[in-house]
């Protein structure tokens, strides 16, 4: 049976891979909506191929472009139009490929619907976990991980007994400053950060790695997910980008997901579960590749990472808080506005400042990211 999808963030880079996906196997899926902020041009060339029943461009002043472009298919505009899409329920997946807090309500929403989520968008656990997987249970829904090492855990797990896991493994590159001297981190460009060694990524996501708070969020991201303590999930530096994660048990053995560093894996298994379809990607020649190196994340350097454990340890208020202020300090940097290390001392700030709530609802998450914005605009 061709499952019906709806992909959020189509033409961004996870979008995108999830449309190679897509076309890679035309009688398993079918797309029904997709969304993009402002690549109008890229939109308006997905819907030719694929014709969508509707399409969003949150890009406001793009929308005559695009319903002049596209006469045959439904097309919604801003915040609202992504929203009312995200609510629909006569898809059966929805693809959240949104970048950044924007991707948490659509989340929430699809599966009020009844929606099974495959999720790339881990601002929404971040910011909402808890209200999230309360919503799972009643709605009965899935939630798919698409992130790489999300997946990998996700594929060690099955299977297996909780009890019987000692710790998750979340591998990371260490981006392009891992041997960096700290000195020099004053001195990081915008271009140099952008230059990750392994993945090919939009620039939000890709300065996450280069201060390696993508770790620190994966790592709350894997709390919601799989219902360990925090003290069972750890992180290793793994350069070539080859191992995407692995779970230890208490017996000692480990069990590693491998891979190279390709979206369009672990975008397909979260569509195609709990097949791993046949495909012609480049494959992973092991002895090519030669060795696999492992390194302890430098804390000291990377700050952020302390920051997100801080912040899922206090629970609450803080993980949004420490979401929000991440994302729009990143924006700041990638406009110049601040040094890279400023990053952690913006979002730091942040966190001390706002009034913490014990259990934020959905109305409360949404102020505090209006809040947050606000200060670290300010700031």
């Not at 002043?61 to 929203?83: C, D, M, N, Y």
């Not at 004053?186 to 300065?207: C, D, F, Q, R």
């Not at 700050?303 to 979401?323: H, M, R, T, Y």
Request: aromatic share 8%; glycine share 6%; proline share 5%.
């Amino acid at each position: 049976m061709t499952k019906q999808l709806s992909v959020l963030g189509s033409t961004g880079s996870i979008g995108v891979n999830a449309l190679n996906v897509v076309r890679s196997y035309p009688d398993h899926f079918q797309l029904k909506y997709l969304s993009a902020q402002s690549k109008a041009d890229l939109l308006i060339e997905q819907a030719h191929e694929f014709s969508p029943k509707a399409v969003v461009i949150g890009d406001e002043s793009q929308f005559k472009t695009v319903r002049s472009a596209l006469p045959a298919i439904e097309v919604l505009k801003g915040r609202e139009g992504l929203l009312e899409l995200a609510s629909r329920d006569d898809v059966s997946t929805m693809l959240n490929g949104i970048v950044g807090s924007a991707g948490m309500e659509p989340t929430i929403l699809s599966i009020r619907a009844g929606v099974d989520v495959a999720l790339s968008n881990k601002e929404s656990l971040v910011m909402a976990g808890d209200l999230i997987n309360r919503l799972l249970l009643e709605k009965g829904v899935n939630l798919f991980p698409v992130d790489s090492e999300h997946s990998a855990i996700w594929q060690c797990l099955t299977g297996e007994a909780k009890e019987d896991i000692k710790r998750l493994i979340i591998t990371g590159s260490g981006g392009p400053f891992r041997t960096l001297p700290w000195e020099q981190f004053n001195k990081i460009t915008v271009a140099e950060a952008l230059n990750h060694p392994n993945w090919s990524m939009g620039k939000k996501i890709s300065i996450d790695s280069a201060t390696m708070m993508n770790k620190g969020l994966e790592v709350i991201e894997a709390y919601w997910l799989f219902d360990l303590p925090v003290e069972k999930i750890n992180i290793v530096i793994h350069p070539q980008s080859i191992i995407h994660s692995m779970v230890e048990f208490v017996d000692g053995s480990v069990k590693a997901q491998l891979g190279l560093p390709d979206m369009k894996i672990p975008i397909q298994y979260a569509l195609s579960y709990p097949r791993h379809l046949q495909q012609d990607w480049e494959q992973l020649d092991l002895a090519e590749i030669g060795s696999l190196t492992f390194e302890k994340p430098d804390l000291e350097k990377f700050k952020c990472i302390q920051l997100a454990f801080d912040a899922l340890e206090a629970g609450g208020s803080q993980p949004v808080v420490l979401n929000v202020a991440n994302e729009e300090a990143v924006y700041r940097f990638l406009k110049e506005e601040i040094p890279f290390t400023a990053i952690p001392e913006m979002i730091t700030k942040a966190i001390k400042a706002h009034d913490f709530l014990e259990h934020p609802d959905l109305d409360d998450i949404l102020a505090l990211e209006k809040w947050t914005q606000a200060f670290i605009q300010r700031s």
